[in-house]
């Protein structure tokens, strides 16, 4: 009996001994942080992050204000998805919508209320930008969801295939809450999900601009088969688009006296886009009737340079260049004509119309209405027409297109047109 009680403990201390000496290799493998020539509070600060992200801590705990009841009811639909306890089926939810129409918004509200109640959650934020910005961006983007998901200190890997089969791993060993704010291309999803697919009752949400996205992706074929659901959103009512506006210039839900026309006048520009609110709302705050309508004169004619990036990010995400000058010739001529009529013209200008209006419409740049009218976004619309009019600022006929009329007459009169 002692024997046996002897031979448990040996097994036992053998087991402790093989995890600290993992444990002092990871630490020895550890690359610190390097403080030359920094501010220290910068220093510490981004310690404090980093340390926060591997204990899972939110940075910022004070919620998304979210406005609307589409978003609301959206919120409600995605807890009750979260919260439903299936452990046998694994789902991804898709959220798609144009650029600040509040995607990232209502994924970390959801991220903040049920984050807690699974194993391992990660949530990576402005994904198609941080791997723009950075050299190895996405490789970066993998060590901060493997070590998410796994808690391991971070492995000395500089391959992102051999990252891939790592998370894949971690995905599959753990229930987990995954959210991948602003996915932007195929490359992109595959290496951070992976095709190997995850333990069971696991959650996916994904924001994205391109609706077509997570149905070329290599985690959903036939072997792996989640079960997928997709939420677009289509921005605000004017009503509610009047209470965000509020919030952000006013600190209330309503105009104060006198700024009912401006602030009405200004909701019917942004038509329900909830960044433009935002930004133009903080940008008026403390502002007198007159700023707001000088304001309002000069967005028409020049777009807001911060809600304008959000926007030509659905742009510049159209890999064709057929596309893009599709979307400038919609913008500039033909937002209100009908579609076949629209593809017959450019059709004679060799531009690839069938497949590209598709491409416009999977991300949100271009929508169907009624009689089979093409439809833009007012804003989706300015910026279009402001990258042809930045070709040339000060000389009109040097564009490669004109649908001022007064500037087209300008031209044709003093005889500039090209070629």
Not at 94 to 107: C, E
Not at 208 to 216: H, M, P, Y
Not at 331 to 350: H, N, Q, S, W, Y
Request: charged fraction near 30%.
């Amino acid at each position: 009996m002692r024997c046996e009680k002897n031979e448990v403990k040996r097994i036992q201390w053998g087991q402790k001994i093989r995890s600290w000496k993992k444990a002092l290799t990871q630490v020895a493998d550890l690359k610190g942080l390097d403080a030359k020539n920094r501010k220290e509070s910068e220093f510490i600060k981004e310690v404090v992050i980093d340390i926060q992200r591997r204990l899972g801590v939110p940075s910022n705990n004070k919620r998304p204000l979210l406005v609307g009841g589409d978003y609301i009811n959206e919120m409600r639909s995605i807890s009750s998805w979260l919260t439903d306890g299936s452990c046998h089926i694994v789902d991804v939810l898709t959220i798609v919508g144009m650029g600040g129409i509040g995607k990232t918004s209502l994924a970390r509200y959801v991220f903040m209320l049920h984050s807690r109640t699974f194993h391992k959650s990660c949530f990576i934020e402005g994904i198609n930008t941080r791997c723009n910005e950075k050299s190895n961006g996405l490789l970066k983007l993998q060590k901060q969801l493997h070590g998410d998901l796994s808690k391991e200190i971070q492995l000395r890997v500089n391959n992102v295939s051999e990252y891939t089969s790592k998370i894949e791993n971690a995905l599959k060993l753990n229930k987990v809450f995954v959210v991948l704010d602003d996915i932007h291309s195929l490359d992109q999803l595959d290496a951070l999900l992976g095709k190997e697919g995850f333990h069971p009752g696991s959650k996916i949400i994904i924001t994205t601009k391109d609706a077509s996205l997570t149905e070329r992706c290599s985690l959903f074929n036939p072997q792996v088969q989640p079960k997928r659901k997709t939420v677009s959103l289509n921005g605000l009512t004017e009503s509610e688009s009047l209470v965000l506006l509020c919030i952000h210039a006013f600190k209330r839900q309503n105009p104060k006296e006198g700024y009912k026309e401006v602030s009405e006048n200004l909701v019917k520009y942004c038509e329900g886009h909830p960044l433009a609110l935002e930004v133009l709302g903080k940008s008026l705050n403390k502002r007198d009737v007159a700023y707001w309508e000088d304001c309002i004169n000069g967005l028409k004619k020049e777009p807001h340079s911060h809600i304008n990036k959000a926007l030509k990010m659905s742009l510049e995400s159209l890999p064709l260049k057929n596309d893009k000058e599709l979307f400038k010739h919609i913008a500039c001529f033909f937002v209100g004509i009908d579609r076949d009529l629209t593809e017959t013209i450019l059709k004679e200008c060799d531009i690839n119309t069938r497949s590209g209006i598709t491409n416009l419409i999977d991300r949100h740049l271009v929508r169907i209405g009624w009689k089979n009218k093409l439809m833009m976004h007012q804003l989706v619309q300015e910026m279009g027409r402001d990258l042809v009019r930045q070709e040339s600022p000060d000389k009109p006929w040097e564009r490669s297109r004109l649908w001022c009329h007064e500037e087209s007459f300008k031209v044709l009169k003093q005889k500039k047109v090209r070629g």
